[in-house]
């Protein structure tokens, strides 16, 4: 508990380091801390580096407290708070490490938090290192621990309820900039629209939730899952459609997880920029970095909307300083990122056509509220009327080419209309319009270009277009529910809004509670190893604060194998090889460590399980649960057992 305090303390008093806005500066200045700490550790261990500037941070935060004033906002603050004792509590009833990819999430934070230098040694391949993965989510994630003052094992769920906690302070932030404030007091439409930027769901839901009281059931575990699993895929059978309230309530500590309200900071960097001030643009090139370094398909997002802020700026003051300006933030960012892809070494990536098309009904089922809301941001275009007008012919045209662009791809027919409105009101100046234009491209994109897979292009460019058009449709939303707005007196567009509203609550309110069945009430993420052997239990607390190489079962993935590893921060010889194969692309070294490891609980032969044993430098061979179960072997006799509780036995090779 008093860590927990010190974490929130701490996080308001680094905030003073940098002298932007409350809410802005609370974020930005963690990611400086931790990116500074990401930098330092290439040269010296990870932990002595963040303390030492986390050390650093405070001293000039309360400088600059006792110097200019204690700056803080007590609305942000409230939203950060409540968002963070809200997802804090639902990680109490279900805290394990463990479903989904939870467990390889606690095995990256654990390395590199005790990484001697980066990049941190790879924990399920023995002697790789994490080069082939962006893993500057990771670093967060084991900074807010280190602030936190507690064990890894409670400091992985403080960092999932960290991640949603930012991403609607920004949001809130944002939106009040965007959508403003009545007579200075926060009104309830931004506390809705603030909501809807976090928590929305998608018409799937809705649509399922019908079909299963049709049928007379009612919503099952599998309601939360279902409304990302929307389009079809040939190769999959579905792509990955996730939202942003879903990467909460799923809660996997994975990249595009970590990255949300990364996103949401360049928005609102890219606003300033866009609108105010120039100086906000060269905030811009840290943030693209640490982007690209925690999730690298966000990054040349971000830069095409900077290029098209910095176009607008150019533009719109004809000053060529501005061009030079723009071309210095987008190079630099660049660079940046040249030079952290130099140290990788990641399989290619390469693009590729496809000639698979979204079909119109999926699309409308996962992102028809937004678009629909999106549409009516245009309104003001819809009421001037476009009669005897270029804007008028353009939008004719517009709708013309949907049509005919319905039979090339069906979605077109939405999106090329939003996209050429987009596009007119962003030569006008106008911030909203140019994230719908990115969004809408980034969407027709999808349909002919795909990266690596169909399935992980929708996945990451699907989830990035979602946070770009969730924020115009907010100001809809928040302009809606105005008091005294002038679209109260058009009922109909403002029962539609409401009606849009309801739809989208449909998912949270239903999917939170299937998700969250259970009611553990704690942090421990370790408690699944108990539960399943509390022998291994012990056992892995043994092996914690001793190093070396060790072997473990290497048979599963996405289930209870690599736990060792994972909890004790030493790498295993081989362990979730499905993910391994995708990372590094070596099928045949991967099959021979699986073999060797196979090899050391089966064999009889004690020279040949000697040599594998040496050849990798095995310090430490793990005899538990899974092993038993894997191996159907109770001891090993070629080598002398160090510890034991129960069945679990480890043996040392020294």
Same mark, same amino acid.
Request: aromatic share 14%.
């Given at each position: 508990m008093y860590g927990l305090l010190i974490y929130l303390i701490s996080g308001v008093i680094i905030a003073q380091v940098f002298r932007m806005e409350y809410w802005i500066s609370r974020f930005f200045s963690l990611l400086a801390l931790c990116l500074i700490s990401f930098i330092l550790s290439f040269f010296f261990p990870f932990k002595p580096v963040f303390y030492s500037v986390f050390f650093v941070f405070l001293v000039l935060g309360l400088i600059q407290l006792k110097r200019k004033g204690f700056n803080f906002d007590y609305c942000s603050e409230t939203a950060f708070l409540l968002t963070f004792l809200f997802f804090l509590f639902l990680r109490s009833l279900a805290p394990e490490a463990f479903g989904a990819e939870k467990l390889m999430d606690f095995a990256f934070l654990n390395t590199v938090l005790e990484a001697e230098r980066f990049h941190p040694p790879d924990p399920f391949f023995a002697h790789g290192t994490l080069n082939f993965y962006y893993y500057f989510g990771y670093v967060i994630g084991a900074g807010i621990t280190l602030m936190s003052f507690v064990p890894l094992e409670i400091g992985f769920n403080v960092a999932i309820a960290t991640i949603p906690s930012y991403f609607l302070m920004l949001g809130y932030g944002l939106l009040r900039e965007l959508a403003g404030k009545d007579n200075g007091n926060v009104n309830g439409g931004l506390i809705v629209g603030t909501i809807f930027i976090a928590c929305s769901g998608n018409l799937y839901a809705v649509y399922e939730l019908i079909t299963d009281f049709a049928k007379g059931k009612l919503p099952t575990f599998l309601f939360y899952w279902n409304a990302t699993r929307v389009i079809d895929d040939i190769t999959y059978g579905k792509t990955i459609n996730e939202f942003p309230y879903f990467s909460f309530i799923h809660a996997d500590y994975h990249a595009h997880f970590v990255a949300l309200p990364i996103k949401l900071l360049a928005l609102i960097l890219l606003w300033r920029y866009f609108k105010k001030d120039v100086s906000y643009g060269f905030y811009l090139i840290p943030i693209i970095f640490i982007l690209f370094a925690t999730n690298s398909w966000d990054a040349p997002v971000f830069l095409f909307i900077t290029i098209l802020a910095f176009i607008y700026r150019y533009k719109s003051i004809r000053d060529k300083n501005e061009l030079l300006k723009g071309g210095v933030i987008v190079f630099v960012s660049i660079l940046s990122i040249l030079a952290l892809y130099s140290t990788m070494e990641t399989p290619s990536a390469r693009p590729f056509l496809t000639g698979e098309r979204t079909d119109i009904w999926q699309f409308i089922l996962f992102f028809g509220i937004l678009i629909f809301l999106d549409y009516l941001y245009f309104k003001d275009s819809f009421e001037e009327g476009f009669k005897g007008s270029i804007s008028y012919r353009l939008g004719l045209v517009s709708v013309v080419a949907g049509i005919v662009g319905f039979f090339v791809s069906p979605i077109m027919l939405l999106i090329v209309p939003l996209l050429v409105l987009s596009f007119r009101k962003y030569l006008k100046g106008d911030f909203g319009s140019m994230l719908i234009l990115s969004a809408s491209l980034l969407i027709l994109a999808c349909e002919f270009v795909a990266? &690596?897979?169909?399935?992980?292009?929708? *996945?990451? *460019?699907?989830?990035?277009?979602?946070?770009?058009?969730?924020?115009?449709?907010?100001? %809809?939303?928040?302009?809606?529910?105005?008091?005294?707005?002038?679209?109260?007196?058009?009922?109909?567009?403002?029962?539609? %809004?409401?009606?849009?509203?309801?739809?989208?609550?449909?998912?949270?309110?239903?999917?939170?509670?299937?998700?969250?069945?259970?009611?553990?009430?704690?942090?421990?993420?370790?408690? *699944?190893?108990? &539960? !399943?052997? !509390?022998?291994?239990?012990?056992?892995?607390?043994?092996?914690?604060?001793?190093?070396? !190489?060790?072997? &473990?079962?290497?048979?599963?993935?996405?289930?209870?194998?690599?736990? %060792?590893?994972a909890f004790t921060a030493n790498p295993t010889l081989v362990a979730w090889s499905c993910h391994e194969v995708q990372w590094r692309a070596n099928p045949d070294e991967l099959a021979r460590r699986m073999a060797e490891v196979r090899a050391i609980y089966k064999s009889k032969d004690c020279e040949v399980i000697r040599e594998i044993v040496k050849r990798y430098n095995v310090s430490y061979i793990f005899l538990g649960y899974q092993e038993r179960k894997d191996y159907g072997v109770s001891s090993l006799r070629c080598f002398k057992e160090v510890y034991r509780s129960g069945k679990t036995i480890v043996y040392t090779t020294r």
């Open positions: 990266i &690596e897979s169909r399935l992980n292009t929708f *996945f990451k *460019f699907y989830l990035a277009s979602w946070v770009l058009l969730s924020i115009p449709a907010a100001v %809809v939303v928040v302009e809606t529910l105005r008091s005294g707005d002038k679209m109260n007196k058009m009922n109909k567009t403002r029962y539609f %809004v409401i009606a849009l509203l309801i739809l989208s609550f449909v998912y949270p309110l239903i999917a939170t509670p299937m998700k969250y069945h259970k009611a553990e009430f704690s942090l421990d993420s370790s408690r *699944f190893i108990k &539960e !399943i052997s !509390i022998d291994d239990y012990n056992a892995i607390q043994f092996l914690k604060g001793k190093r070396g !190489i060790i072997i &473990e079962s290497a048979e599963g993935c996405y289930s209870y194998e690599g736990r %060792v590893s």
